[in-house]
């Protein structure tokens, strides 16, 4: 991860005043005294702010929350919630909101059962305006006396996330909140996210596959690999620091054989900084693209193997080609959740 | 208050969880119902009495002098006459109706050999034991006076004779067994109807014989599915275990427990309401369970009213038992399927369908036998219920039994309660 980032946003922040809400040192998680899930994380959130935790499968995302709202043990390291350490997670009961990436809830009470039992698992006073508020906001109003398990996917989702939000967390910590949803769904989950975070100042941890979304929606991204944040900063940051604005795309046919697509894949190693090769897709980072293009295409005929590629394209980079960059995978390799 | 509310939302939403599946609401409400029904028709209007029972004696009886009934009945013997001879002769060879099997085998046991009779009831090798009086033919004779005391032909025979026993004269005939099982009530009722025949010879009930009875028998007697309806309320609450790992499962599975503990919930608030849940149930259960009796001829009792407090404790012990497998058990598959076929063998070795034969006894707790089988808390549960139920028996006379299942039903709720806690509330 680069220090300097993480430098300049500290001062960013310090400079607009903002609090910081969350702050974690050295996090770590060993299951079984094996298995390394979570490696020193370390990270601070800033109120208001929407921070999102990028990783493939497997890469700690989920632990680090689940420690964080103390499902799971922590075998090393601390963290502090509005500058108090936490040992007892009964005093945080009402800082901290959860949408997990399962839709959890019972699905034979009614969308409106559900929200007043957990209305009342955090003793809201005026839950019945509260639920209402929520509702209206989550189009789900007009089907508050469905029962949960006859709702559709997008539906699920969406009380999913009510359900999280009613207590009016200060954080809250969305963990692949739009998973398996709609288009449609899926605006109206990110449109109210982003109008609660600013009006209602709700920190929000969020965790997901679509980098689109988090390019739009955080304004700071951590990528988790292996347990560790290997890269942090805002998508633009993220975006410029891996050292590239250019992108230039080929999509190589799957029939080429594989001894011509490793040669090609070396020599352009050879040639250029960072190439990464994954699904049939290569990616060349470059601040120099229209120049270096033909260069690309002359590797090409030498190995003569123009006839195999499919696409080629030069881009703008996205938060996606930075991922894969960094973590030679694809974000949306293998399912959902680790 | 607001511990309260979030209690109640907890116990609402288990409830809901029963109502709404129709599976579950089938095992918890309809399929005790249906047991009911099978039974009821299997034995309701059957004769259920097909093997002889044992049953023990101890005869402390002295007899009378023979010159006393030589003098009224005109004989010359002068030898001491022994009736209980002939009451154990009678029962000896009482037939079942329209068979030649006897409804009784008779032991004896010697005046010296109360202890090993008292064991073999306690063990059940005996199902009931008649301890005849030392004045016992005495007894017949003041019952015979009692009766025909006036006859003509009798005072001619006798003449002024005064050699009878007093007119407030007593005997006390003593049976005991466990009223709980079923060979002792039939037994019972069977020995109570032919030690009043044998004293009234033939007649309406004599002054003078106490028949003390362990218990107080039914005069109209017991058929198998009066001895079987308390098991049956004992099994549909036994049957809620189905449901209370449904409940603890769910909301391992379905993630609804992580979303409990990071609320403000408590774990104790939890298991309270799935503990409220079970008695609200059991408490539904109970009158079901009677009123369906009812149809079946089960006879009618006020009495049903004291079978709430054995139910409040045998519901708890069912949680335990219910949290110790969803503690223990990985998965819900295997810990619900375990809770599925536990419920009915708990119930039979309990004895709640048919007696157990020859249960170990591991002491003796102030004068009641404690049996291999009794850390069960189906156990003595049934044994309140039929207590209660068939022998209109007070709780306060079913006081030890009651103890032991409140100290079971703790016992298995705090291992219960402390293996599941360790398992899903604590942070992994």
Same mark, same amino acid.
């Given at each position: 991860?680069?220090?300097?980032?993480?430098?300049?946003?500290?001062?960013?922040?310090?400079?607009?005043?903002?609090?910081?809400?969350?702050?974690?040192?050295?996090?770590?998680?060993?299951? !079984?005294?094996?298995?390394?899930?979570?490696?020193?994380?370390?990270?601070?959130?800033? @109120?208001?702010?929407?921070?999102?935790?990028?990783?493939?499968?497997?890469?700690?995302?989920?632990?680090?929350?689940?420690?964080?709202?103390?499902?799971?043990?922590?075998?090393?390291?601390?963290?502090?919630?509005?500058?108090?350490?936490? !040992?007892?997670?009964?005093?945080?009961?009402?800082?901290?909101?959860?949408?997990?990436?399962?839709?959890?809830?019972? !699905?034979?009470?009614?969308?409106?059962?559900?929200?007043?039992?957990?209305?009342?698992?955090?003793?809201?006073?005026?839950?019945?305006?509260?639920?209402?508020?929520?509702?209206?906001?989550?189009?789900? =109003?007009?089907?508050?006396?469905?029962?949960?398990?006859?709702?559709?996917?997008?539906?699920?989702?969406?009380?999913?996330?009510?359900?999280?939000?009613?207590?009016?967390?200060?954080?809250?910590?969305?963990?692949?909140?739009?998973?398996?949803?709609?288009?449609?769904?899926?605006?109206?989950?990110?449109?109210?996210?982003?109008?609660?975070?600013?009006?209602?100042?709700?920190?929000?941890?969020?965790? =997901?596959?679509?980098?689109?979304?988090?390019?739009?929606?955080?304004?700071?991204?951590?990528?988790?690999?292996?347990?560790?944040?290997?890269?942090?900063?805002?998508?633009?940051?993220?975006?410029?620091?891996?050292?590239?604005?250019?992108?230039?795309?080929?999509?190589?046919?799957?029939?080429? @054989?594989?001894?011509?697509?490793?040669?090609?894949?070396?020599?352009?190693?050879?040639?250029?900084?960072?190439?990464?090769?994954? !699904?049939?897709?290569?990616?060349?980072?470059?601040?120099?693209?229209?120049?270096?293009?033909?260069?690309?295409?002359?590797?090409?005929?030498?190995?003569?193997?123009?006839?195999?590629?499919?696409?080629?394209?030069?881009?703008?980079?996205?938060?996606?080609?930075?991922?894969?960059?960094?973590?030679?995978?694809?974000?949306?390799?293998?399912?959902?959740?680790? | 208050?607001?511990?309260?509310?979030?209690?109640?939302?907890?116990?609402?939403?288990?409830?809901?969880?029963?109502?709404?599946?129709?599976?579950?609401? /089938?095992?918890?409400?309809?399929?005790?119902?249906?047991?009911?029904?099978?039974?009821?028709?299997?034995?309701?209007?059957?004769?259920?009495?097909? +093997?002889?029972?044992?049953?023990?004696?101890?005869?402390?009886?002295?007899?009378?002098?023979?010159?006393?009934?030589? /003098?009224?009945?005109?004989?010359?013997?002068?030898?001491?006459?022994?009736?209980?001879?002939?009451?154990?002769?009678?029962?000896?060879?009482?037939?079942?109706?329209? $068979?030649?099997?006897?409804?009784?085998?008779?032991?004896?046991?010697?005046?010296?050999?109360?202890?090993?009779?008292?064991?073999?009831?306690?063990?059940?090798?005996?199902? #009931?034991?008649?301890?005849?009086?030392?004045?016992?033919?005495?007894?017949?004779?003041?019952?015979?006076?009692?009766?025909?005391?006036?006859?003509?032909?009798?005072?001619?025979?006798?003449?002024?004779?005064?050699?009878?026993?007093?007119?407030?004269?007593?005997?006390?005939?003593?049976?005991?067994?466990?009223?709980?099982?079923?060979?002792?009530?039939?037994?019972?009722?069977?020995?109570?109807?032919?030690?009043?025949?044998?004293?009234?010879?033939?007649?309406?009930?004599?002054?003078?014989?106490?028949?003390?009875?362990?218990?107080?028998?039914?005069?109209?007697?017991?058929?198998? /599915?009066?001895?079987?309806?308390?098991?049956?309320?004992?099994?549909?609450?036994?049957?809620?275990?189905?449901?209370?790992?449904?409940?603890?499962?769910?909301?391992?599975?379905?993630?609804?427990?992580?979303?409990?503990?990071? +609320?403000?919930?408590?774990?104790?608030?939890?298991?309270?309401?799935?503990? #409220?849940?079970?008695?609200?149930?059991? /408490?539904?259960?109970?009158?079901?369970?009677?009123?369906?009796?009812?149809?079946?001829?089960?006879?009618?009792?006020?009495?049903?009213?004291? #079978?709430?407090?054995?139910?409040?404790?045998?519901?708890?012990?069912?949680?335990?038992?219910?949290?110790?497998?969803?503690?223990?058990?990985?998965?819900?598959?295997?810990?619900?399927?375990?809770?599925?076929?536990?419920?009915?063998?708990?119930?039979?070795?309990?004895?709640?369908?048919?007696?157990?034969?020859?249960?170990?006894?591991?002491?003796?707790?102030?004068?009641?036998?404690?049996?291999?089988?009794?850390?069960?808390?189906? #156990?003595?549960?049934?044994?309140?219920?039929?207590?209660?139920?068939?022998?209109?028996? $007070?709780?306060?006379?079913?006081?030890?039994?009651?103890?032991?299942?409140?100290?079971?039903?703790?016992?298995?709720?705090?291992?219960?309660?402390?293996?599941?806690?360790?398992?899903?509330?604590?942070?992994?």
């Amino acid at each position: 991860m680069s220090e300097g980032i993480v430098k300049e946003e500290n001062e960013l922040n310090i400079k607009t005043k903002k609090e910081i809400v969350l702050e974690t040192k050295d996090l770590e998680k060993i299951y !079984d005294g094996k298995v390394h899930a979570v490696r020193g994380v370390s990270f601070e959130l800033f @109120e208001g702010e929407v921070l999102g935790l990028l990783g493939p499968n497997g890469a700690g995302k989920t632990t680090t929350i689940s420690i964080l709202l103390g499902i799971i043990k922590k075998t090393k390291g601390e963290f502090s919630i509005l500058g108090k350490q936490i !040992d007892d997670f009964k005093t945080i009961r009402d800082l901290i909101g959860y949408t997990p990436q399962d839709l959890v809830f019972y !699905d034979y009470l009614t969308v409106q059962e559900n929200a007043e039992l957990f209305a009342d698992c955090y003793d809201i006073e005026n839950k019945k305006d509260r639920i209402k508020e929520l509702f209206e906001l989550f189009q789900l =109003t007009e089907l508050k006396k469905r029962r949960a398990g006859k709702l559709s996917g997008g539906q699920k989702r969406r009380l999913n996330l009510v359900l999280g939000m009613l207590h009016s967390p200060k954080i809250l910590f969305l963990d692949e909140p739009s998973a398996g949803m709609d288009p449609q769904s899926r605006n109206i989950l990110w449109e109210n996210v982003e109008r609660l975070s600013k009006e209602e100042g709700i920190t929000i941890i969020l965790t =997901t596959h679509l980098m689109e979304v988090a390019d739009k929606l955080c304004d700071r991204i951590l990528i988790i690999d292996y347990g560790k944040i290997i890269a942090s900063g805002t998508p633009d940051e993220l975006k410029s620091t891996f050292g590239a604005e250019e992108v230039i795309e080929l999509m190589i046919a799957e029939n080429l @054989e594989s001894k011509t697509s490793e040669s090609f894949i070396e020599k352009l190693r050879k040639r250029f900084s960072k190439v990464t090769f994954l !699904d049939n897709t290569v990616k060349i980072f470059t601040k120099k693209g229209a120049t270096l293009i033909t260069e690309v295409v002359e590797i090409a005929v030498k190995l003569d193997m123009t006839d195999f590629i499919e696409s080629l394209q030069l881009r703008g980079s996205t938060l996606e080609d930075v991922f894969i960059g960094l973590t030679g995978k694809s974000l949306r390799e293998g399912g959902e959740g680790d | 208050m607001s511990k309260i509310r979030a209690f109640y939302s907890l116990l609402k939403t288990n409830l809901l969880s029963i109502t709404r599946d129709r599976t579950t609401f /089938f095992f918890i409400i309809l399929f005790p119902l249906c047991f009911v029904g099978v039974f009821g028709l299997a034995f309701q209007w059957s004769d259920p009495l097909t +093997s002889s029972k044992i049953i023990g004696i101890i005869n402390y009886d002295t007899g009378i002098d023979g010159g006393v009934i030589a /003098f009224w009945n005109g004989t010359t013997t002068v030898n001491d006459t022994f009736y209980s001879e002939e009451y154990i002769r009678v029962l000896k060879t009482v037939l079942y109706p329209e $068979s030649n099997v006897t409804i009784f085998e008779i032991q004896i046991f010697n005046i010296t050999e109360l202890d090993v009779a008292q064991e073999s009831l306690e063990t059940r090798n005996i199902k #009931a034991l008649i301890t005849l009086p030392e004045n016992f033919s005495s007894g017949v004779l003041a019952a015979f006076q009692n009766k025909f005391g006036d006859d003509p032909i009798l005072t001619a025979a006798t003449g002024n004779w005064t050699g009878y026993p007093s007119l407030d004269f007593k005997t006390i005939v003593k049976v005991d067994g466990d009223s709980t099982l079923q060979d002792f009530t039939i037994s019972g009722t069977i020995i109570e109807k032919i030690t009043q025949y044998f004293f009234n010879f033939g007649d309406d009930p004599v002054e003078g014989v106490i028949l003390d009875v362990y218990g107080s028998l039914s005069t109209t007697g017991f058929t198998v /599915f009066d001895f079987v309806l308390p098991g049956l309320i004992v099994y549909a609450i036994l049957n809620n275990l189905a449901s209370i790992t449904d409940i603890a499962f769910r909301d391992i599975e379905g993630g609804t427990l992580r979303r409990l503990r990071i +609320s403000k919930v408590t774990p104790p608030m939890y298991v309270l309401s799935i503990l #409220a849940s079970q008695m609200v149930i059991a /408490f539904i259960q109970i009158p079901l369970v009677f009123a369906a009796g009812l149809i079946f001829g089960f006879p009618a009792s006020i009495q049903v009213l004291y #079978a709430f407090i054995p139910a409040i404790f045998l519901s708890l012990a069912t949680s335990g038992i219910g949290f110790i497998i969803a503690g223990l058990v990985k998965g819900a598959a295997a810990g619900r399927g375990l809770a599925g076929i536990i419920a009915t063998p708990i119930a039979m070795i309990s004895g709640a369908f048919f007696d157990i034969p020859n249960p170990t006894i591991i002491s003796n707790v102030f004068g009641n036998s404690f049996g291999l089988y009794d850390v069960l808390p189906a #156990a003595p549960a049934i044994r309140i219920f039929r207590s209660v139920l068939l022998h209109n028996n $007070s709780l306060a006379s079913n006081a030890f039994d009651l103890i032991l299942l409140f100290i079971l039903a703790v016992v298995f709720l705090l291992i219960g309660i402390y293996l599941y806690s360790r398992k899903h509330f604590k942070p992994e």
